[in-house]
Structures are given as structure tokens and as C-alpha cells.
């Protein structure tokens, strides 16, 4: 018999690496992972570009920073324990406009604060012995921002969960939460299990499993589509590494951008729309609950009176190619239209506040028996590993402290 019965809701890569830390670390203890999907990686996971991001973003001092840095060391050597792909392809950070070079150099201080390593400004010259059809007047290169694949990794982790006597029950969607002596109830239409502690990672679905769980109200996710294009596979010479524009600090979204995969194709993008859908990956998918839900909620409209000229912006980008394509090639220059194909889109569960603040950090609660993962958007799959030990010492090492 086991010690003790863990569950976890969610396949992803944040809720697979929680699940596999609690296996690994703690022997005795059954875990059971809940997915509501008949694979893992479905979502957010299996929609990631796969960036491996080393911290330039981050505000120093909080979970992101210091998750994606440690999660940068964790992921490159399971990658290179498991045999699975991580390529350092370097990263620019191109400034177009004179007006970006103090926001630039703000980066750079930010990212030498998280510790990122190796990076240096380049001017423009120097920009073209990176990346000889890249534009702008200057740019930060940090070499050590890497792709790997995302999906893989999961799938990695779900097979060292049952290795380890774990159990991850695909077609299973939480219906129900209740509490019962000594644990909880964990309930789909056809079955029920009891757990001694749960972990709630549900991405797109985190704040309503978390209100099953009687957790706070607030945040509420709102789905972002970002939408891609590919370069055509002979122009896919024109980029060696992922080229980023300087980030507004404003938004939580880095911007469109070029990012090489390891499949050897090149995304152009994403751009970042307001979805119609919790799962809505297309224009038409439309689902009138989660439209009821987003009206609803005072945040939306908050968050809409503050960013409505933005988000006309990026409604123009897509439904026209031309209007995607014309930030891009200030970046590549000579890249337009005739260089791209339509590419797939991903959608981001970015909690938002009740003031319609986007939440930017990692959120994570801890009521009683049950622990919910509120907020975690990119650089989550960086930061995984990461995140999983820090939800394991919340969980166990904390709790058992008070």
C-alpha cells in the first residue's frame, strides 16, 4: 500500500513535471495524474514554439526569474540525459527605433540581475555577424536561449511517472471535487478516486477547477490566440537563431517574433488576439459558455478600456497577412507576404485580476489538502522542473514546517 495518494489534474508539462518530482523524490508515494485529453501535451504544451527562454524578461526577484533560471539547468540536462533535442540557437533582441534603446538598456540591466548568462549589446554591424539579413540599430544577443520540444519532454516525464508506479488516467475529465475524511474525492461522469493531497496544474481550465476546489474567485483565465505563420521552406535560410523585438512593458507578450524549430521550419509570430473559446485554436471556434463567462467578469472590461487600441491591432494582423507580416519585416528585412504560409496558433491561459490587471508573475495557492497553479504562462515550460520542486516543498516540506 502506498503512503500516501497524490493527484494531479492536468497532462501538461508544468503538471507532468510535478507529477514525475513528486514520484521521484518521494518514494512511497502513489501519484495519479488526471487528464482530461486521451494524450498528454494536448493544449498549451503541444502548441508551445519551444523557446527555452534563460531570464531576460523576468522582474528580479520573483518566481519567474528565479524559476526559469534554475529550470534553464534542469531542462538542459534531463534533455541530455533523455536524448532529446536542445539546440542554443541565441537570441537577438532588436531595437528598430532610436525611442527603444533606453527601454533596451533597461532589458539588459534586468537580465544581468537574473543572472543570464553571456550577454552582450551588439551594434548594428555586429548584429549582421549574427544574423546577416536581421535589421535594427542594436540588440542584446543572449547565446545560451535554446528550442527544444516541448511535447517530447512531456511525453518524457509521463513515462518516468509510471515508471516510478505512477498512474496517468488519459480521458478523464474532473467533474467534481468534495471533500471526504482524510482527503479528496476526485470525480469524472463515469468514476471517483480518492487522493490524500491534490494538484491542480489545468492551464486553460486552471480558475474553474480551482473554484470546484473552493478556492478564491480571482484571477480569471482569459484565452490569448496567438497566431503563427511559417516561413516557406526556402526562405528559412533568411533566420540562424530566434529574433525578438524589444518587449513593451506594458503587455505580458513579447511581440512577433522569429523562431527557428527543431524540425528545421521557422515561425513567424504569435500575435495575440482575445479567443472566443477556452480551446479556441480557430476564428470560428466559438463557445457561448466561455464568451457568458469573459462578458462577466468586470476584469474584461477593464482590461479591454485600457488595451482596446492594441487588441484592433492585432485583430488587423489576423485577418491580413500583409498587416501581420508588416512589423515582422522590420526585423528581416525583405520578408513579406510571398514568404509565408499560414502556421498553426497555440492558446495562453493568462489569469487576469478583477481591476483587469494581466497577471504577470507565476500564481500559485495553497488551501488545505488542495494546491492550484493559477497563473502560469510562458516561460512556463522553461521553467517546469523548476516549478515542480518549488510546488513539492509547498506541498509537503512547508506544510509539514507549520
Known amino acids: 500500500?502506498?503512503?500516501?495518494?497524490?493527484?494531479?489534474?492536468?497532462?501538461?508539462?508544468?503538471?507532468?513535471?510535478?507529477?514525475?518530482?513528486?514520484?521521484?523524490?518521494?518514494?512511497?508515494?502513489?501519484?495519479?495524474?488526471?487528464?482530461k485529453e486521451p494524450e498528454v501535451s494536448r493544449h498549451q504544451t503541444g502548441h508551445n514554439s519551444g523557446v527555452v527562454h534563460a531570464g531576460l524578461y523576468y522582474t528580479p526577484g520573483s518566481l519567474k526569474a528565479d524559476l526559469c533560471v534554475r529550470g534553464v539547468a534542469l531542462l538542459r540536462e534531463y534533455c541530455r540525459r533523455r536524448q532529446l533535442p536542445y539546440r542554443e540557437t541565441g537570441k537577438l533582441v532588436v531595437a528598430v527605433r532610436e525611442d527603444e534603446l533606453g527601454r533596451m538598456n533597461a532589458l539588459f540591466e534586468r537580465a544581468r540581475n537574473n543572472h543570464v548568462p553571456d550577454l552582450r549589446k551588439l551594434s548594428r554591424e555586429e548584429i549582421?555577424?549574427?544574423?546577416?539579413?536581421?535589421?535594427?540599430?542594436?540588440?542584446?544577443?543572449?547565446?545560451?536561449?535554446a528550442i527544444t520540444d516541448y511535447p517530447a519532454i512531456a511525453r518524457a516525464f509521463?513515462?518516468?511517472?509510471?515508471?516510478?508506479?505512477?498512474e496517468v488516467k488519459l480521458g478523464f475529465p474532473v467533474c467534481s471535487l468534495r471533500d471526504v475524511p482524510g482527503g479528496i474525492e476526485v470525480g469524472s461522469r463515469q468514476e471517483r478516486i480518492r487522493v490524500d493531497r491534490l494538484i491542480l496544474c489545468a492551464g486553460l481550465r486552471s480558475d474553474s477547477l480551482a473554484r470546484l476546489a473552493k478556492d478564491t474567485k480571482e484571477p480569471r483565465i482569459i484565452p490569448f490566440r496567438g497566431e503563427y505563420m511559417l516561413l516557406r521552406?526556402?526562405?528559412?535560410?533568411?533566420?540562424?537563431?530566434?529574433?525578438?523585438?524589444?518587449?513593451?512593458?506594458?503587455?505580458?507578450?513579447?511581440?512577433?517574433?522569429?523562431?527557428p524549430r527543431v524540425d528545421g521550419s521557422v515561425e513567424v509570430g504569435p500575435n495575440a488576439v482575445l479567443a472566443l473559446a477556452r480551446e479556441g485554436y480557430t476564428r470560428t471556434r466559438i463557445s457561448p459558455r466561455d464568451l457568458l463567462g469573459l462578458a462577466a467578469y468586470p476584469g474584461t472590461w477593464?482590461?479591454?478600456?485600457?488595451?482596446?487600441?492594441?487588441?484592433?491591432?492585432?485583430?488587423?494582423?489576423?485577418?491580413?497577412?500583409?498587416?501581420?507580416m508588416k512589423d515582422a519585416g522590420l526585423y528581416v528585412p525583405g520578408v513579406g507576404v510571398r514568404d509565408v504560409v499560414r502556421g498553426g496558433a497555440g492558446v495562453r491561459a493568462q489569469a487576469l485580476d478583477r481591476d483587469g490587471t494581466l497577471?504577470?508573475?507565476?500564481?500559485?495557492?495553497?488551501?488545505?489538502?488542495?494546491?492550484?497553479?493559477?497563473?502560469?504562462?510562458?516561460?512556463?515550460?522553461?521553467?517546469?522542473?523548476?516549478?515542480?520542486?518549488?510546488?513539492?516543498?509547498?506541498?509537503?516540506?512547508?506544510?509539514?514546517?507549520?
Do not use: C
Open 302 to 324: 477593464k482590461m479591454a478600456a485600457q488595451h482596446w487600441r492594441t487588441g484592433i491591432k492585432e485583430y488587423r494582423g489576423s485577418f491580413s497577412t500583409a498587416a501581420f
Open 128 to 145: 549582421r555577424e549574427i544574423e546577416p539579413h536581421a535589421g535594427g540599430i542594436a540588440a542584446l544577443h543572449s547565446p545560451r536561449t
Open 1 to 35: 500500500m502506498a503512503d500516501e495518494t497524490v493527484g494531479v489534474v492536468g497532462a501538461g508539462i508544468v503538471g507532468l513535471a510535478t507529477a514525475r518530482e513528486i514520484a521521484m523524490r518521494r518514494p512511497g508515494t502513489r501519484v495519479v495524474v488526471f487528464e
Open 233 to 259: 521552406p526556402e526562405r528559412t535560410n533568411l533566420v540562424r537563431g530566434l529574433i525578438y523585438p524589444v518587449p513593451d512593458p506594458r503587455y505580458p507578450f513579447l511581440g512577433v517574433h522569429f523562431t
Open 359 to 402: 497577471v504577470d508573475d507565476f500564481r500559485i495557492h495553497r488551501a488545505g489538502r488542495v494546491t492550484a497553479v493559477r497563473n502560469a504562462p510562458s516561460p512556463a515550460a522553461t521553467a517546469s522542473m523548476a516549478i515542480a520542486e518549488h510546488i513539492v516543498r509547498a506541498v509537503f516540506e512547508d506544510a509539514a514546517a507549520n
Open 158 to 166: 509521463a513515462e518516468d511517472v509510471v515508471d516510478s508506479g505512477g
